[in-house]
């Protein structure tokens, strides 16, 4: 089975296709380039939805 995800490395910036030693540091796998480039962005915007239903809960 071929891995063809995308990935952001943490550690560098960098985005990658396909397997990688250094998984520990990886965010994804996502369908694109343009959209691995965009993980931590992606990764706030559900961070702040999570936030909000969590407040909405407590409430």
Request: hydrophobic share 30%; charged share 30%.
């Amino acid at each position: 089975m071929s891995d063809d995800g995308w990935y952001y490395d943490v550690s560098t910036g960098k985005v990658s296709q396909g397997k990688d030693p250094n998984a520990l540091n990886r965010m994804g796998p996502y369908p694109d380039r343009a959209t691995a480039e965009r993980a931590l962005e992606i990764a706030a915007e559900r961070n702040k939805a999570a936030d909000a239903a969590d407040e909405e809960w407590n409430n």
